[in-house]
């Protein structure tokens, strides 16, 4: 069975530039989940989808992050315009039941110049 | 948010020495989680301790619940180069979102 799958792996811009990433849940995995990861740190929470609804968006930075999860499977993260600051690892995640094990994808590494 | 502090954040042993990795919080969980994670990877799922006080043990780590299931500890005996990693815990809040801690990067100097 595969996995949580990220893309892209790896994505370098120039600051004030846009830029999406995208995951796409085991599948059946009603729940998932947007981090954000610093080097050496914990993920911090950005966003928990149930299905196509999300039912927790209060630590996404609306200002300039966007997500959305079409037809409850696939979900994409857009940061527009992205900062210094926002350069990290975007980490998504899925779970089948709660409380339940996450399974994380590889991760998308930001670097904003 | 970080609802979860992890000490020490950085760790570096010697191959054949224990060591243990702490995980606080002034919540409480209905369970707590530990995850490690490898340069590159996602974080990979340890074990899940639901029950205050309870010990469980996967090979050479040891995972402790606290009794009034606000903290919970990891001890490695004889730790190896295989265990280098970002160790984290975490668990689920009220609105069962899942908040992870803030890391201990565990290097394991053969």
């Known amino acids: 069975e595969a996995g949580v799958v990220q893309s892209p792996r790896y994505k370098i811009i120039e600051k004030k530039q846009p830029v999406a990433f995208w995951c796409n849940p085991i599948s059946g995995h009603n729940t998932l989940y947007w981090y954000r990861q610093n080097l050496g740190q914990g993920p911090e929470l950005l966003i928990r989808?149930?299905?196509?609804?999300?039912?927790?968006d209060s630590q996404l930075p609306k200002d300039r992050f966007s997500a959305e999860r079409l037809k409850g499977v696939d979900s994409t993260l857009k940061i527009q315009p992205a900062e210094l600051g926002d350069s990290a690892v975007y980490l998504c995640a899925s779970r089948l039941t709660s409380p339940g094990e996450l399974f994380f994808g590889e991760g998308s590494r930001l670097t904003v110049l | 948010t970080q609802l979860l502090e992890q000490s020490p954040q950085f760790l570096s042993i010697q191959e054949g020495e224990n060591l243990t990795v702490y995980c606080n919080s002034s919540s409480v969980f209905s369970s707590l989680q530990w995850y490690r994670q490898e340069p590159g990877e996602g974080p990979v799922l340890l074990v899940t301790v639901v029950t205050g006080g309870e010990v469980k043990k996967l090979k050479r780590l040891t995972f402790q619940f606290g009794d009034a299931r606000k903290d919970s500890s990891l001890h490695i005996t004889a730790a190896q180069p295989g265990d280098t990693g970002l160790y984290l815990c975490a668990g689920p809040n009220t609105g069962n979102q899942f908040y992870f801690g803030t890391g201990t990067s565990l290097t394991v100097i053969p």
């Open positions: 989808y149930e299905n196509e609804e999300a039912v927790d």
